[in-house]
C-alpha cells in the first residue's frame, strides 16, 4: 500500500494502473475507520484489482457549530486497517490543496438536499457533492463504493453521477451494525456508556416500524407515529426527524406502495446520530412488488 498527500502524484499512480488494464475501486471516507468503512473497503478489495481508500474530513461538509474540529482522527491506526485490507493506495490530501483559496465551485443537488438532513445541515450536500465530484475526478475509479448508513447522501451522489454523466458506477452497501442494532459511526466515539445505551433508541425504533411493515401495516403515517413514540420514550434523546419517505425521491409518504425507506435523526448528550431501514424494497432501489 502507498500513501499519497499529492494530487498529482495519486493522479500518476492511478493513470499507470488504469493503462495496466486495471479496475479501479473507490472508498472516499472521513477516517475513524470501523467495520463499515471496512465492509465497503472489502467489496472493493473483492470487485476490483486496485482499491483507492481516502481520508479527508471535509470542511465544507460541517457546519460553523459542528463537529469538525473534534472530528476524530488517528492516521496511523486508519492506515494500518487499510494495509491489512489489501488496499493499493490511501490517499489522504490536504484541505489547502482541495479548497485553494481561489476555488468557487459548488455542486448542488437542491431538489434531494433540501429535506431531512439538509433541512438540519444548511449547506452539508454540496460540501458532500462537490468533495465527491472533486475525489471521482482526481481517483478516476471504475467504481465508488458507499453506505446505506447515510441513505440520502448515497441518493445525493447517485443523481449527481447520473447529471453529470460522470464515468463511475456507484455501489451500495448496507449498514453494518453492532450486535445490539446501533448503527456503526465514527460519531459513536463520542458516547459515554449512558449515551451509548440511549442512543439504541434510534435502531430500536427503526426495527420497530420494519416490523410492523413486515406485518402488514401500510399507513406512512402509523409507522411514523411508531418511530417518533419509540424515540419519544426514551428522555436522553431529542428528536431531530423520524420520516417515512420515498426510497427515491425521499418524499413523504403517506400509504406505501412500492417500497420506502425509514430514516431518523437523534440528539443524544450533543452527539447527532442518523439511521435508517428499507421497506419492502433493496438498495438498488428496485421495489419490489407484491405476486
Ligand atoms: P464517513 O467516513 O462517515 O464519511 O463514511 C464513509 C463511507 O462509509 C460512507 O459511504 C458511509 O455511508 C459509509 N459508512 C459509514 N458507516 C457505515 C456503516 N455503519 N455501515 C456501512 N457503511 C457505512
Not at 498529482?8 to 470501523?34: N, Q, W, Y
Not at 459511526?185 to 430500536?204: F, G, I, T, W
Not at 425521499?250 to 400509504?255: D, F, G, S, V
Request: include cysteine; glycine fraction near 6%; hydrophobic fraction near 40%.
Amino acid at each position: 500500500m502507498r500513501t499519497f498527500h499529492q494530487i498529482a502524484e495519486l493522479r500518476a499512480h492511478i493513470r499507470a494502473a488504469r493503462d495496466e488494464g486495471s479496475t479501479i475501486g473507490f472508498v472516499p471516507t472521513m477516517g475513524a475507520l470501523h467495520e463499515g468503512h471496512l465492509s465497503l473497503i472489502r467489496r472493493s478489495v473483492t470487485d476490483c484489482d486496485r482499491t483507492v481508500v481516502s481520508i479527508f474530513v471535509n470542511p465544507a461538509q460541517f457546519g460553523p457549530q459542528e463537529d469538525f474540529a473534534q472530528y476524530p482522527r488517528d492516521l496511523a491506526r486508519d492506515s494500518k486497517l487499510c494495509q491489512e485490507e489489501g488496499i493499493d493506495a490511501l490517499f489522504v490530501p490536504s484541505a489547502e490543496d482541495m479548497y485553494p483559496p481561489d476555488a468557487d465551485t459548488w455542486i448542488d443537488v437542491p431538489g434531494l438536499s433540501s429535506s431531512l438532513e439538509g433541512a438540519i445541515r444548511p449547506g452539508h450536500f454540496r460540501g458532500v457533492a462537490t468533495v465527491c465530484a472533486k475525489l471521482f475526478n482526481i481517483v478516476q475509479p471504475h467504481r465508488a463504493y458507499f453506505g446505506q448508513k447515510d441513505y440520502q447522501q448515497l441518493l445525493v451522489i447517485q443523481r449527481m453521477v447520473a447529471d453529470l454523466n460522470l464515468p463511475v458506477t456507484i455501489v451500495p452497501s448496507p449498514t453494518v451494525r453492532e450486535p445490539d442494532g446501533l448503527a456503526m459511526s465514527s460519531r459513536n466515539a463520542y458516547l459515554d456508556p449512558e449515551a451509548r445505551k440511549a442512543a439504541l433508541v434510534l435502531s430500536r425504533a427503526l426495527m420497530s416500524a420494519q416490523a410492523m411493515y413486515e406485518a402488514g401495516t401500510r399507513s406512512a403515517h402509523t409507522l411514523r407515529d411508531a418511530l417518533r413514540s419509540v424515540i419519544g420514550e426514551e428522555h436522553a434523546a431529542e428528536l431531530d426527524y423520524a420520516e417515512i419517505a420515498h426510497p427515491r425521491t425521499l418524499e413523504p409518504l403517506e400509504y406505501i406502495e412500492d417500497g420506502a425507506v425509514a430514516l431518523a435523526a437523534i440528539r443524544v448528550a450533543g452527539t447527532r446520530l442518523i439511521d435508517n431501514v428499507l421497506l419492502g424494497v433493496g438498495l438498488n432501489h428496485q421495489p419490489r412488488r407484491a405476486g
